[in-house]
T-cell receptor
């Protein structure tokens, strides 16, 4: 069974440009989460999808970030326009619905974003 | 608000030594879950353990053991007879009721280096 895959693994862009990160969760996992770790800080929650619906987007930093999960499968996280403080590692995680209220999350390897 | 503190930023030990990673948490919830995740060099976070707030029994899994003490709000992780393969970043995390138990609050992580 394939794990959570994220693309690209590393992206370097100029301030003001746009970047789109993609996450493919484990097949059949209805829950999909985005997290972010900026340099030297904690990993922080961004948002949670249940299938194609945004369940909780309280962690999204501002309206430059847009997450979608069309069809309830893969998800994209777009940053437009990117700022220096957006640099960090963006993690995607997924979990099935039938693991109870606190099932383990399966994380991808992360997408490292560097904004110059 | 929830908070997780991992006071040890980095720990360095020699193979076969025992090592304990500390985790202290803050929450107003009476029902919550505590987690430990391991981040090897490949980058993905790997689930190690989940504990709910009503289960204070310590747990042992091979060389790993966890000590949960509600009285001190701590959930410490001990590796016995450490090995080089244990070198990784270890994260303690907390989740509570609400929209999703998958919304984790992470500590800053402890970098563990095990030298041969």
């Amino acid at each position: 069974e394939a794990g959570v895959t994220q693309f690209p693994s590393h992206s370097v862009i100029e301030k003001g440009q746009t970047v789109t990160l993609r996450c493919d969760p484990i097949s059949g996992h209805d829950n999909l989460y985005w997290y972010r770790r900026v340099m030297g800080k904690e990993i922080k929650f961004l948002l949670h999808f249940v299938k194609e619906s945004k369940q909780d987007e309280s962690g999204m930093p501002n309206n430059r970030f847009l997450a979608e999960r069309t069809g309830g499968t893969y998800s994209t996280l777009k940053v437009q326009p990117a700022e220096l403080e957006d640099s960090g590692v963006y993690f995607c995680a997924s979990s099935p619905m039938d693991r109870g209220p606190a099932g383990e999350l399966f994380f991808g390897e992360g997408s490292r974003l560097t904004v110059l | 608000a929830q908070k997780v503190t991992q006071a040890q930023t980095e720990i360095s030990v020699v193979e076969k030594e025992d090592v304990t990673l500390d985790c202290v948490y803050e929450t107003r919830d009476t029902t919550y879950y505590l987690f430990w995740y391991k981040q090897p060099p490949s980058g993905e976070l790997v689930f190690l353990i989940r504990r709910n707030s009503f289960d204070e029994q310590n747990e042992i899994s091979g060389r790993y053991s966890w000590n949960f003490q509600k009285s001190t709000s701590s959930f410490n992780f001990t590796i016995t007879a450490s090995q080089v393969v244990d070198s990784a970043v270890y994260f303690c995390a907390l989740s509570g009721p609400g929209t999703s138990y998958g919304k984790l609050t992470f500590g800053q992580g402890t970098i563990l280096t095990v030298h041969p």
